[in-house]
């Protein structure tokens, strides 16, 4: 027997928890395709046999088995290393928790982070723990579903959030560029609730860093897209 929390029936929070009905039916259509059907093993990846790498990101624990695979984070390392467009590597695109994969992804010259150096953005904390506090009243039977890691007693609150993780594999805390409060709709960027279309792009947020792009979550989806294509242009 399923539990009835009402939850239903609160439409508001049901709308800004999940995803739009057009990325849902993106998604359906995703599950026919015969690549996403028939995945290759992370150990089997080649850098010479990809033009580009693109960083899905998502939530709750299950996104373990993909942060934590150490073959995944081999070849993405290697993959900054290739050589691309534009005398940089090949580009790469990170979205959400992409963009931790890519900073636990160390270069095996000099053990440092793949994103050290660069410029980024990700999922921040303020996000992060909105979606948090949302889900402990209305997924009460597991109040840290949008959680992936969770900090033990002793660790500060956000201590192993995404955005903290990040900037602690950073040159310099100030590479991770949050939106300025002096940008054009920046409360349309920031409110946690207005997401970016194909024809509008003032709630989005993207940073980029040579042939390296990185986005938030799925409110910029539209115009991160956009902007990792174009790093292919000759």
């Given at each position: 027997?399923?539990?009835?929390?009402?939850?239903?029936?609160?439409?508001?929070?049901?709308?800004?928890?999940?995803?739009?009905?057009?990325?849902?039916?993106?998604?359906?259509?995703?599950?026919?395709?015969?690549?996403?059907?028939?995945?290759?093993?992370?150990?089997?990846?080649?850098?010479?046999?990809?033009?580009?790498?693109?960083?899905?990101?998502?939530?709750?624990?299950?996104?373990?088995?993909?942060?934590?695979?150490?073959?995944?984070?081999?070849?993405?390392?290697?993959?900054?290393?290739?050589?691309?467009?534009?005398?940089?590597?090949?580009?790469?695109?990170?979205?959400?928790?992409?963009?931790?994969?890519?900073a636990r992804s160390k270069s095996k010259e000099t053990g440092l982070s793949a994103l050290y150096g660069r410029k980024t953005t990700a999922l921040t904390w303020s996000q992060e723990k909105a979606a948090q506090l949302l889900t402990l009243f209305?997924?009460?039977?597991?109040?840290?579903?949008?959680?992936?890691?969770?900090?033990?007693?002793?660790?500060?609150?956000?201590?192993?959030?995404?955005?903290?993780?990040?900037?602690?594999?950073?040159?310099?805390?100030?590479?991770?560029?949050?939106?300025?409060?002096?940008?054009?709709?920046?409360?349309?960027?920031?409110?946690?609730?207005?997401?970016?279309?194909?024809?509008?792009?003032?709630?989005?947020?993207?940073?980029?860093?040579?042939?390296?792009?990185?986005?938030?979550?799925?409110?910029?989806?539209?115009?991160?897209?956009?902007?990792?294509?174009?790093?292919?242009?000759?």
């Amino acid at each position: 027997m399923g539990i009835y929390t009402g939850s239903e029936k609160l439409v508001l929070f049901g709308r800004l928890l999940r995803a739009r009905e057009s990325a849902r039916e993106a998604y359906l259509t995703l599950q026919q395709n015969d690549a996403f059907l028939n995945p290759l093993k992370y150990s089997h990846l080649k850098v010479d046999e990809f033009d580009g790498l693109l960083l899905a990101g998502g939530h709750a624990p299950g996104m373990r088995q993909y942060l934590e695979s150490t073959d995944l984070q081999s070849f993405i390392a290697d993959f900054f290393h290739s050589d691309g467009p534009h005398s940089s590597h090949k580009p790469v695109g990170a979205i959400c928790h992409g963009v931790l994969m890519a900073a636990r992804s160390k270069s095996k010259e000099t053990g440092l982070s793949a994103l050290y150096g660069r410029k980024t953005t990700a999922l921040t904390w303020s996000q992060e723990k909105a979606a948090q506090l949302l889900t402990l009243f209305l997924r009460f039977w597991d109040p840290f579903y949008y959680r992936t890691y969770r900090e033990s007693e002793e660790e500060p609150m956000g201590y192993w959030s995404v955005e903290s993780e990040i900037r602690r594999a950073l040159k310099d805390d100030q590479d991770f560029v949050l939106v300025p409060t002096d940008a054009p709709d920046y409360r349309l960027k920031t409110n946690g609730i207005a997401r970016d279309t194909p024809d509008d792009s003032r709630p989005s947020w993207v940073v980029r860093d040579g042939n390296y792009v990185s986005a938030r979550w799925p409110g910029d989806v539209h115009a991160f897209i956009r902007e990792y294509t174009s790093t292919f242009d000759g």
